[in-house]
């Protein structure tokens, strides 16, 4: 039943580790794709987490979207593989 | 998001190797269906493990959160949480988490909920939070599940399932069924889906969540059948749970 391409979840799932970052829930933001211009939530990327850290990739096209690694006491954050996020301002305020 | 302490306050085996948690959690901010919360656990020498978990439990004024954790044999965390944790006990968790994959009451169109074993445990929130809304909208179920004795909620959803209004349930055996049921063991396909499914025409939102195996395959299955790839919403869990 498992097979090596399954290894992956969704972006969903990154949800709680983004929030110690993010004052707002980035997952239900629109991502779109620095390499092939897909724009979808960012909870729908193909999420791995079996590293130091989490890898957002492009659903469409695996081109890493984001990245986030704890090393010791540092995390580093990279989104260059992303043109822009788009967040619904009128949910800000929800609880979350 | 800060870490929340959540008291254990009930235990309730759903099947010989799934179990129910009933948290109490002080200043819990709610959560909608679907959410999901990250649990800690820390050990004496300070290695801690954090695993996802579905909220099982319907949005409520009682700072309750259900989780319901099937036990993995290879599991880190899971062996502990069904198997060594006590009513009374302290449990870490962050949350409610996860804005997408989530049912709202004022949602109006047709609802297709396809749950693959575990993967069920989500989208009863969402069939809780229907109920506790008093809500009649339109839901169905496909369940997916190995045999009948791994099926989580059954007398509930027997229960859900017989009413008024009520959420059109249908159970997929993939390994053993239960005698002169209609369909052999398998996997769901396009027939099964075909025919117990809310027609595409009338556009549902489908919700689907299990391993990434099944929700890969259902998604795709949905599309073949006409759903709009973006009504479906899918949350994938994987074989060890996460990160540590």
Known sequence: MSSPNYDYLDGNAAAGELSKVFAVDITTAAARCAECGTTKCLAEARLYMHGPGLVARCPACEHVLLRLVNVREHMFLDVRGMTYLCLDASHSEEAS | ?244
């Open chain 2, 1 to 244: 998001m800060m870490w929340r302490s959540g008291t254990v306050v009930a235990l309730h085996d759903e099947t010989p190797t799934a179990r129910t948690i009933t948290l109490q959690v002080a200043d819990w901010p709610s959560h909608v269906a679907g959410q999901h919360v990250d649990v800690r656990l820390t050990a004496p020498d300070g290695y801690s493990a954090v695993r996802s978990y579905s909220i099982a439990s319907p949005p409520n004024a009682e700072a309750r959160v259900e989780l319901t954790v099937e036990r993995l044999s290879d599991g880190e965390v899971s062996p502990y949480l069904t198997q060594e944790l006590a009513v009374g006990d302290r449990l870490e968790l962050r949350g409610p988490i996860g804005g997408w994959f989530v049912w709202r009451p004022w949602q109006t169109e047709p609802i297709q909920l396809i749950a693959g074993g575990s993967g069920i445990v989500p989208l009863m929130a969402m069939i809780r939070a229907r109920t506790s809304a008093g809500s009649t909208k339109p839901f169905r179920l496909l369940y997916s599940v190995r045999e009948p004795k791994a099926v989580f909620y059954r007398d509930e959803l027997e229960v859900i399932s017989n009413r008024e209004d009520s959420v059109r349930l249908t159970y997929a055996y993939t390994r053993v069924a239960p005698k002169d049921w209609p369909r052999p063991p398998g996997r769901v396909d396009a027939s099964v889906l075909a025919e117990t499914t809310w027609s595409s025409k009338l556009i549902p939102t489908c919700y689907v969540c299990g391993p990434t195996s099944f929700v890969e395959s259902t998604a795709a299955l949905l599309v073949a059948c006409g759903n709009r790839p973006d009504k479906i919403r899918t949350e994938r869990f994987g074989p060890t749970g996460g990160r540590t």
